[in-house]
């Protein structure tokens, strides 16, 4: 069956680094996109970034220059390394799967979720 897992969350002090592991099973991660989505306590879920299948990348602005996705479909896993981390980067990190090859408002187009991964940016 299809599954996503995220690890590599964690607590980091501001202006620290994590990267965020996606592993994919259960479907060819070739033909599809992937998202990256957080969502942080009384807030609503926000798309972060995701990557097309064939590797064209897209992120919001609040983490446009820090945060970099990538994807490696021989290892069936997608990456979100985040540097430059601030204290409002602190959220339930999630990554989900983008029915299609593409990214166009991906955060309607998404049929499964992994379990998330915390991350907390604090001193």
């Known amino acids: 069956q299809v599954q996503l897992v995220e690890s590599g969350g964690g607590l980091v002090q501001p202006g620290g680094s994590l990267r965020l592991s996606c592993a994919a099973s259960?479907?060819?991660?070739?033909?599809?996109?992937i998202g990256w989505f957080r969502q942080a306590p009384g807030k609503e879920r926000e798309g972060v970034s995701c990557?097309?299948?064939?590797?064209?990348?897209y992120y919001a602005d609040s983490v446009k220059g820090r945060f970099t996705i990538s994807r490696d479909n021989a290892k069936n896993t997608v990456y979100l390394q985040m540097n430059s981390l601030k204290p409002e980067d602190t959220a339930f990190y999630y990554c989900?799967?983008?029915?299609?090859?593409?990214?166009?408002?991906?955060?309607?187009?998404?049929?499964?979720w992994g379990q998330g991964t915390q991350v907390t940016v604090s001193s």
């Open positions: 989900a799967r983008v029915l299609g090859y593409f990214c166009a408002a991906y955060g309607s187009r998404t049929d499964y």
């Open positions: 259960g479907f060819t991660l070739d033909y599809y996109a």
């Open positions: 990557i097309s299948s064939k590797g064209t990348t």
